[in-house]
């Protein structure tokens, strides 16, 4: 969703990193970007220009003069697109980009670019710890440039170490970010996900079905505009979210112990966390094993955690989820006022195309004053990016 539309201008220089630079501009291409990829000699000799021409459909620009050049591409490149992505970056790109050197396409475009741009470094590992490379690295920061760091592992050449091209779903997030306004700049989002595992035994425990889609795609959508977002976890089998904090908790007693550290110094709370209302009274220490017909177990209640958290409230923004079976309204109505929230996203649960483990939801948005929003089926990530819209309009601009 972030990408359609998007004009994006892919630079391509000489490492054996460049074949994975083609399947960026086909996941590019497939979330809805325009990519016109531009590639400096060395990366034309490591992947063909046709190959992105074919991924793209666009022509590739190489060289400043000769047959394929276009008078003035060296200066309107640069300034057509929303953002541009170097990937991979040689050593010899982003020394040239220090120095302010132009002496081919790529970097005659990026000395005349006007937007934002993305360096995803890829080299040899003893070539990116060298002082000169890191100095470089450094005033390219400095310059307001967004510079990813190179992946650690197993490289071309043989070394293990840093110099691996960060993961395609990594570059995409960050160059999400770039082509996303920035308005939660400033703001400190913590976002809960997930279900709790409540243990009965070593091997056995209460939970329920979340799967953490919903507030994954809060966290992301919140470092997309800006913030500076903390997920706090339960139990899930996603990955951590590019730019975002990651804390890993279990059980709602410590989810709870984790926002009461983290509660105080944010902007907003999304408790998009299906905690469980209960536990079990006792921890078994071994197994639990067959015994008679029926066995019993004693449930205790579990802390309602945004309940817990109202005395520490001072000017954050609180949001609540609210699944519902039936009267969704008056039971997220009634959900808002008990908990003392400013927003509640209610949603039916029990459908196939929404609320627990699937990609879509319908919500309905509730307010404090009362304001109600029925929003369409959407995927999880358009209702987190409403979820926002309703956010950025509330926080006060950070000082
Ligand atoms: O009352 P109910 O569990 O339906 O409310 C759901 C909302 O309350 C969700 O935002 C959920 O994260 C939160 N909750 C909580 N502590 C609990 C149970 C739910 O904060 N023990």
């Known amino acids: 969703m972030v990408f359609k539309g998007k004009r994006l201008l892919l630079g391509v220089s000489g490492g054996i990193a460049a074949y994975k630079a083609a399947e960026l501009a086909r996941r590019l291409v497939v979330a809805g970007a325009g990519v016109k990829v531009v590639m400096t000699r060395s990366g034309q000799e490591f992947v063909t220009p046709l190959t992105f021409q074919a991924l793209t459909g666009q022509s590739v620009a190489g060289s400043l003069f000769g047959p394929g050049a276009q008078p003035l591409e060296h200066v309107t ?34 000395l005349a670019a006007s937007r934002p741009v993305l360096v995803c470094p890829a080299m040899n590992s003893q070539m990116w710890r060298q002082v000169v490379v890191q100095e470089n690295i450094g005033r390219l920061k400095a310059r307001g440039l967004t510079v990813m760091e190179p992946e650690v592992g197993a490289l071309a050449c043989g070394d293990e170490g840093p110099g691996r091209l960060p993961e395609v779903e990594r570059i995409m997030e960050a160059l999400a970010k770039l082509v996303t306004c920035q308005d939660l700049t400033g703001q400190r989002i913590l976002v809960t996900a997930g279900p709790t595992h409540e243990d009965l035994d070593p091997v056995r425990l209460i939970t329920n079905r979340s799967s953490g889609k919903m507030g994954y795609a809060l966290a992301r959508a919140a470092w997309r505009r800006g913030a500076e977002v903390c997920l706090v976890s339960g139990p899930t089998a996603l990955a951590a979210p590019y730019g975002v904090e990651l804390v890993m908790v279990r059980s709602a007693q410590e989810m709870l112990a984790t926002l009461r550290q983290r509660f105080p110094a944010a902007s907003a709370l999304l408790m998009a966390a299906a905690v469980s209302d209960y536990r079990p ?6 197994k639990i094993k067959r015994g008679a017909e029926a066995q019993q177990f004693q449930l205790v209640q579990n802390p309602d955690i945004l309940k817990e958290l109202r005395s520490l409230k001072t000017n954050q923004m609180v949001v609540g989820f609210a699944a519902e079976t039936q009267d969704l309204v008056a039971a997220g109505r009634r959900k808002l006022k008990d908990k003392d929230l400013d927003l509640i996203v209610a949603n039916e649960v029990g459908r196939p195309d929404a609320g627990f483990a699937v990609d879509t939801n319908e919500v309905t948005l509730i307010t404090r004053e009362g304001d109600i929003l029925p929003l369409p089926l959407l995927s999880k990530e358009e209702v987190a990016q409403k979820i926002m819209d309703w956010l950025a309009q509330k926080l006060a601009p950070a000082k």
């Open 77 to 110: 490149l640069g300034q057509e697109v929303d953002a541009i992505v170097l990937a991979p970056a040689t050593a010899n790109l982003i020394g040239k980009m220090a120095a302010g050197i132009g002496d081919d396409l790529l970097t005659t475009v990026l």
């Open 281 to 286: 009274e006792s921890l078994a220490v071994q």
